[in-house]
């Protein structure tokens, strides 16, 4: 087992890598100084909960924990207010209080969802996520918890941090191949903003990768993780360099609003979106590598990096002004400078932009 | 201009109290640091907007700020999710970013709802109280934001302590009796949970406050204010001390969730709430003239302590067990032990409640 602590003062946690560490959840709550008298509720989705719900709660009631649980439906649209009001229905029937504490066993959706219930549910209780994505490696440092609105992504939520993540690389091979695709592409962002050799050691072991080798797995997802980690302990309620983590993002969630949360990954958008913003940095006169290392190493992943046609431009720029990152009244980018860095430019004309989703839709 | 600061370190806020001071309402925004790039938004209710959005609106575009507005339906049943949704939806359409600002204008429902939506909008914005009722006295001490659910009261919610508060007394006088007596109770709760002192000068004071009497009621203000300053400071986060501001409020609360939420004031129900723990204190064997002292102020203010008849106590003692104050299985209650005085009990039988409560229909 790997453990790595996300460095946040009084906020600070563990989060815990390896194959099969799942068996040891009671003892992993137990070090959290979890008593056995806080009630306990899992939130997991359809796809997961066959697999591994009946398991985990075994494993907890074993412990001596009192165990209630609810399955969502899976997918963004589960990111919604009316979800968040279906769960604390959940969670006042169960009877939790204060000191209960909100487990997320799942990916990204039910962590950002169940994060967002913990965070709100009598104004703040504990939560542990148990990821069970590669994509939700992201989700699980740093605290970020949201649900969705009608006209934009994650707007409405909390800076909640969990008691510790447990991260079991056996959940992973139950994951279809396209999520680990696009999962793998979040993995890849974290090393175009900080590193240079792990992005090397990413194009050296895609293959291994997506064969979901153990081994290169716990790497890649610590290494990702650890990336993360720096970052937003320098920088928790994303006041400045924080930023930097959204790398692809700005056209990633303009995409995945028009398209409907379902329809592309978030994977896949922030894909597209970090081929886009490799062209602006060639726009601004950045190496041209920059564009040719991104697009290369996605496509070695099997992503592509093509913004679908029947997405409409004007739809895809209206939805980025309603981006968090959109600030008095300028576009904000995060632009590469070289492969391993990034810069926020907070000056960015919206005519490059659009004339880089049109290119983006032809050559991507 | 009378000047109160809630001490929270890092997230310390003034109160500023007076006559008219609204009037200076642009220069108390720059003092904090409010730049006229940043975007406002006023949420205010259909009984305060007549009177005060033009006034508010027209005195900040005077300072330079641009100005979006939104009127919600008074009463409880405005804190819901379905509101938060559609203020997202304003701030949205406004433009609002990180850098904006949430201004409350309005009693309690408007702080709590408005303060909520800046908690969670983009995961937290600043905000700014401008309380137009007694009530809100309280609500604008300790950031306690909230909006309600089907099954309990303030459910889900947040810590977001404002930037500052301005409270003009002038706005009182459009008040209704009904909610200025209701108002009162909840000052009265803070003399009575730790100022005897207080509690004397109140009983001393009753009808120059019902007359709104400008000196008396800024004195009033400012000294709940205080109680509240003090315990808040010591407690953001309510482990343990915040506790005792809820006097009267584990029947209170009950009792508004199960008469619905429109039908009793929330000074309404914390009184025959006061009047119910001022009982279980005498059945605890603390001095008799608890209850005497505590009710005959109460009706000296013109609020009655007694539980209209026709609500259900088998409902009543259900929604007291989806209060957040019932914790690990045991009912807790806040008892007074002398007139200024409370503690913590978490030993209390639900069979003396339901006993009281049955009392309290007769004899409040």
């Given at each position: 087992?790997?453990?790595?602590?996300?460095?946040?003062?009084?906020?600070?946690?563990?989060?815990?890598?390896?194959?099969g560490?799942?068996?040891?959840?009671?003892?992993?709550?137990?070090?959290?100084?979890?008593?056995a008298?806080?009630?306990?509720?899992?939130?997991?989705?359809?796809?997961?909960?066959?697999?591994?719900?009946a398991?985990?709660?075994?494993l907890?009631?074993?412990?001596?924990?009192?165990?209630?649980?609810?399955?969502?439906?899976?997918?963004?649209?589960?990111?919604?207010?009316?979800?968040?009001?279906?769960?604390?229905?959940?969670?006042?029937?169960?009877?939790?209080?204060?000191?209960?504490?909100?487990?997320?066993?799942?990916?990204?959706?039910?962590?950002?969802?169940?994060?967002?219930?913990?965070a709100?549910?009598?104004?703040?209780?504990?939560?542990?996520?148990?990821?069970?994505?590669?994509?939700?490696?992201?989700?699980?440092?740093?605290?970020?918890?949201?649900?969705?609105?009608?006209?934009?992504?994650?707007?409405?939520?909390?800076?909640?941090?969990?008691?510790?993540?447990?991260?079991?690389?056996?959940?992973?091979?139950?994951?279809?191949i396209?999520?680990?695709?696009?999962?793998?592409?979040?993995?890849?962002?974290?090393?175009?903003?900080?590193?240079?050799?792990?992005?090397?050691?990413?194009?050296?072991?895609?293959?291994?990768?997506?064969?979901?080798?153990?081994e290169?797995?716990?790497?890649?997802?610590?290494?990702?993780?650890?990336?993360?980690?720096?970052?937003?302990?320098?920088?928790?309620?994303?006041?400045?360099?924080?930023?930097?983590?959204?790398?692809?993002?700005?056209?990633?969630?303009?995409?995945?609003?028009?398209?409907?949360?379902?329809?592309?990954?978030?994977?896949?958008?922030?894909?597209?979106?970090?081929?886009?913003?490799?062209?602006?940095?060639?726009?601004?006169?950045?190496?041209?590598?920059?564009?040719?290392?991104?697009?290369?190493?996605?496509?070695?992943?099997?992503?592509?990096?093509?913004?679908?046609?029947?997405?409409?431009?004007?739809?895809?720029?209206?939805?980025?002004?309603?981006?968090?990152?959109?600030?008095?009244?300028?576009?904000?980018?995060?632009v590469?400078?070289?492969?391993?860095?990034?810069?926020?430019?907070?000056?960015?004309?919206?005519?490059?932009?659009?004339?880089?989703?049109?290119?983006?839709?032809?050559?991507?």
């Open positions: 087992m790997k453990e790595l602590t996300v460095d946040l003062g009084e906020r600070s946690y563990p989060i815990y890598f390896g194959q560490i799942l068996n040891d959840i009671a003892d992993l709550f137990g070090r959290q100084k979890i008593g008298s806080s009630k306990l509720l899992i939130v997991t989705d359809e796809h997961v909960a066959p697999n591994y719900l398991k985990v709660t075994g907890l009631e074993q412990g001596g924990y009192t165990v209630a649980s609810t399955v969502i439906k899976p997918g963004e649209s589960s990111k919604s207010l009316e979800m968040l009001d279906q769960l604390v229905t959940v969670a006042l029937e169960a009877g939790l209080d204060r000191k209960s504490v909100i487990v997320a066993l799942g990916g990204g959706v039910v962590g950002d969802l169940a994060g967002f219930a913990a709100s549910y009598m104004r703040g209780v504990r939560f542990v996520q148990i990821p069970t994505t590669i994509l939700a490696h992201d989700s699980s440092v740093g605290g970020k918890v949201a649900v969705n609105h009608r006209l934009a992504k994650n707007i409405i939520g909390a800076f909640h941090q969990p008691q510790m993540v447990i991260y079991d690389t056996e959940t992973l091979n139950t994951l279809p396209r999520e680990i695709r696009a999962g793998l592409a979040e993995v890849i962002k974290e090393g175009l903003i900080w590193d240079r050799e792990f992005v090397e050691w990413l194009d050296r072991n895609a293959n291994k990768l997506l064969a979901l080798d153990p290169a797995l716990q790497y890649a997802l610590y290494e990702g993780c650890k990336v993360k980690a720096i970052v937003v302990s320098k920088d928790e309620r994303e006041n400045d360099l924080r930023a930097i983590l959204n790398l692809g993002h700005t056209i990633g969630h303009a995409l995945e609003a028009v398209a409907g949360y379902n329809e592309l990954l978030h994977g896949e958008a922030i894909s597209i979106g970090m081929a886009g913003a490799a062209k602006l940095a060639v726009r601004l006169g950045y190496p041209e590598e920059i564009y040719t290392i991104t697009t290369e190493l996605l496509h070695k992943f099997g992503i592509s990096t093509r913004l679908p046609s029947n997405l409409d431009t004007d739809k895809i720029m209206a939805a980025m002004m309603h981006d968090k990152k959109f600030q008095d009244g300028k576009m904000v980018f995060i590469p400078t070289e492969i391993g860095k990034v810069v926020v430019r907070n000056d960015v004309s919206a005519e490059w932009v659009r004339d880089i989703v049109e290119q983006l839709k032809r050559e991507g």
